[in-house]
């Protein structure tokens, strides 16, 4: 099973516009309340009967039950009886706005993101239709439901080999858009380790270093429209809130914003096809960059965006070149030697990688690639059943063809 999901530009019509905002609008309202409602149960649990709140606190039931997904949904059903708003808004759509706030507060629960927020007006900006009519694709445009047939600028031809599952709508300050989610019932094997292996280090001094010696200069995506960008703040604050010409500057300013992520994500598929170019293995260090966003110096891993190209973009780049993509431990890269193994300690400060026990000397970027690199061969090595371990086998730019680890073992499912 195959399943992508591609964006295309939507040129709908005045009355097609007025539509998607009068959803997104319901939307907003449906997340909201049930966003309230799962709140004020969190609420009359989580406080003490001898502490409550000096002003008002709501007092649910001991027995009221937690409101679900599932609950939520039936609850919506039956509240269209007394709001006669949300019978015009497709009922799958509304059912999707609960499951993605379900997500999010599961997210929440097991601490892997923040508390979900209430949508203020203009912030609701997505919402999906989850199955779609037979046909609705044409050359012109698409069929969505409640919308009817909008025209679609096709950048690119859909294969006949996937299906539309899903669509959907995404505002944003340049327009609106569609993201199609395609499926094709094919089984594509992952990609085998094979060819010339690569290890990268990612830093602030250059954006990566490969094991190869190749330094990537750390484009600056922000700096460059930092001074339009504040020249436009600064002209927001003599505004009235929430008059004709404070949204004017709103959509100004998302503007410059969507440049910069558009242009630092086109450069990063740039730099992903490139690594791609040489290389038949790819290693990278398995980091959570949102604790190193959180630093003093956390605006430079923001503006550099590691984890999107880390993460998503260079793995689907992999998967699409037939690159073997690959994740090691990053603890101590940046302090062993890779030639010898020894450790070499240092500090961010020290860019040079001198060892004492035999004599290399490196960059300090280029030194913790080819340990990325050689762990990587490592790990693989181990999964096939080949005994190479140790400090003594380094060299990570050829031990993949010394070794001939591909085919050593054919018993093993990581061989082949």
């Known amino acids: 099973m195959l399943n992508m999901t591609w964006e295309f530009k939507l040129e709908p019509t005045a009355e097609q516009i007025s539509e998607i905002e009068h959803i997104l609008d319901v939307c907003r309202n449906v997340w909201n309340f049930a966003l309230r ?5 969190l609420d009359s649990r989580k406080s003490p009967v001898n502490a409550c709140s000096i002003r008002q606190e709501l007092i649910l039931p001991a027995d009221a039950p937690f409101p679900s997904y599932a609950q939520q949904c039936k609850s ?5 009886a007394d709001f006669p708003r949300l019978k015009s808004v497709n009922a799958q759509v509304l059912q999707q706005v609960i499951r993605k706030l379900e997500a999010s507060w599961e997210s929440w629960r097991l601490k892997r993101s923040g508390f979900p927020r209430f949508k203020k007006p203009n912030r ?4 999906a239709f989850p199955q779609m009519l037979k046909n609705c694709i044409s050359e012109e445009g698409m069929k969505l439901p409640q919308l009817g047939w909008v025209k679609v600028r096709w950048s690119r031809r859909i ?6 599952k899903q669509a ?3 505002r944003k300050a340049s327009g609106y858009f569609v993201m199609l989610s395609l499926q094709s019932e094919v089984d594509i094997p992952s990609t085998m380790p094979h060819g010339h292996p690569v290890g990268i280090d990612v830093g602030l001094e250059y954006f990566l270093s490969t094991s190869d010696g190749e330094p990537v200069k750390r484009p600056r995506f922000f700096n460059d429209l930092h001074r339009k960008l504040k020249l436009l703040q600064r002209r927001l604050k003599t505004k009235q809130t929430g008059s004709a010409n404070w949204l004017k500057l709103h959509k100004k300013i998302a503007r410059v914003h969507q440049r910069i992520a558009d242009t630092r994500k086109d450069w ?7 690594l791609c170019d040489g290389a038949g293995m790819i ?3 398995d980091l959570d960059f949102r604790i190193m966003a959180k630093g003093m110096l956390g605006q430079h891993p923001l503006d550099a965006g590691w984890g999107q190209f880390t993460h998503q973009i260079l793995p689907w780049v992999c998967f699409k070149r ?6 090691v431990d990053p603890r101590g890269t940046s302090q062993d030697c890779p030639d010898c193994g020894a450790e070499v300690k240092k500090d961010l400060s020290i860019r040079i990688s001198h060892c004492l026990e035999c004599g290399s000397i490196k960059p300090s970027d280029m030194a913790a690639a080819q340990v990325v690199c050689t762990r990587g061969q490592r790990g693989i090595e181990n999964a096939c059943g080949v005994g190479v371990t140790g400090s003594s086998v380094m060299n990570s730019s050829q031990l993949a063809l010394k070794q001939e680890i591909f085919g050593a073992t054919p018993g093993s499912s990581l061989c082949p």
Request: net charge positive; charged share 35%; glycine share 2%.
């Open 124 to 127: 609701m900006r997505s919402f």
């Open 159 to 164: 294969p006949d080999l996937f299906e539309v």
């Open 76 to 80: 919506l059903t039956a509240a269209k």
């Open 168 to 170: 959907r709508i995404v």
């Open 283 to 285: 290693f990278v260090e």
């Open 268 to 274: 990063h598929f740039k730099l992903a096809h490139h």
């Open 37 to 41: 409602e799962r709140k004020d149960w």
């Open 322 to 327: 037939e690159v073997y993509y690959g994740k």
